[in-house]
């Protein structure tokens, strides 16, 4: 069974400090694996997936990812977050036609 | 380029009524899947239609149930609500061939409150 953990469920940052989003998955064959973020009241937009290919994978936003495969992780980056990233944020591994998400984690930024 | 549409957005019902909620698939688009997100048990899968197929289905009672037309549009029933159905209904579309390796495209969700 396919299954995503977000250890954080809500972290604070400054504006301008730097993001790290923890994800860890489990999955029995190569895994497709996805951010997604939601704000309030609205939809999932998808800010960056792996599917293949080179590690470390560029999205929307200034956001980054590194799919590692022996620690099981796909962990979110941004060198530098804007009050505008405040939002909640979704790992999901993807297979069998579903998604499976993890719990989320908020993200709050202080001035 | 119209994105997933999603009707109605809001929705109060009343314990043992039945709900029928509605999914625009972006256009071309043929595969259209189904999640409930709540506060408590966070984003499940509830199923997925493809050419007017369910190909997979979540751990869900019989209670919900969904279609697909052959233009793609989606509905998706809960017959007998209760309390605990109450939730965001978000509606996701691709646009074919193996539905993992294309993104899915998420509209902003039906809020269905029973009450």
């Known amino acids: 069974a396919q299954s995503v953990t977000q250890p954080d469920i809500h972290i604070t940052v400054s504006e301008g400090a730097s993001l790290e989003l923890r994800c860890n998955y489990s999955?029995?064959?190569?895994?497709?694996l996805f951010w997604y973020v939601q704000s309030p009241g609205q939809g999932l937009q998808l800010l960056l997936k792996y599917f293949s290919g080179d590690t470390l994978v560029q999205g929307i936003k200034g956001f980054e990812a590194e799919f590692k495969r022996s620690q099981s992780s796909f962990n979110l980056r941004k060198p530098s977050v804007h009050w505008s990233d405040a939002a909640e944020y979704f790992c999901?591994?993807?297979?069998?036609?579903?998604?499976?998400f993890g719990t989320g984690t908020r993200l709050t930024i202080i001035p | 380029k119209a994105g997933v549409t999603q009707t109605p957005r809001y929705l109060i019902k009343t314990r043992g009524q039945q709900v029928t909620l509605s999914c625009s698939p972006i256009s071309g688009h043929r595969s259209v899947s189904w999640y409930q997100q709540t506060p408590g048990q966070g984003l499940q899968f509830l199923f997925e239609y493809f050419s007017e197929t369910q190909r997979n289905k979540g751990n869900f009672p019989g209670r919900f149930s969904g279609r697909q037309f052959s233009n793609s549009r989606s509905e998706m029933n809960v017959s007998t609500l209760e309390l605990g159905d109450s939730a965001l209904y978000l509606c996701a579309s691709r646009p074919t061939g193996h539905p993992m390796n294309t993104e899915a495209f998420f509209g902003q969700g039906t809020r269905l409150t029973v009450v």
């Open positions: 999955y029995g064959a190569t895994p497709y």
């Open positions: 999901a591994v993807g297979g069998n036609e579903k998604l499976t």
